[in-house]
């Protein structure tokens, strides 16, 4: 049987019942007799299994364990011949 929550317009009053699915909202205050409303709460979900979140503790696949291929820093020779290909500014004599 589900716990329902209930809260009155007139005192501001909180209180809960247990209630089959099929029973009719109560519509009165216990205490002061005032009409009263259902309160909606949030449901508390758990998601369950890997890639919901990025802080998830993820077991590493074989595809994604490989060594990942890094950036190599250009040669030294390289960094010549591409400085080289640069034009190279000239000062104007005044």
Do not use: W
């Amino acid at each position: 049987m589900p716990l329902y929550e209930y809260e009155c317009e007139s005192c501001g009053i909180r209180f809960e019942r247990m209630q089959h699915f099929k029973d009719e909202p109560l519509k009165k205050c216990l205490e002061c007799n005032g009409p009263v409303h259902r309160v909606i709460q949030p449901v508390g979900i758990i998601f369950k299994g890997s890639g919901f979140y990025i802080t998830d503790n993820r077991q590493i696949s074989s595809a994604s364990s490989r060594p990942h291929k890094q950036l190599k820093a250009p040669k030294k020779s390289e960094e010549k011949a591409a400085e080289g290909s640069k034009p190279q500014k000239t000062e104007a004599a005044d």
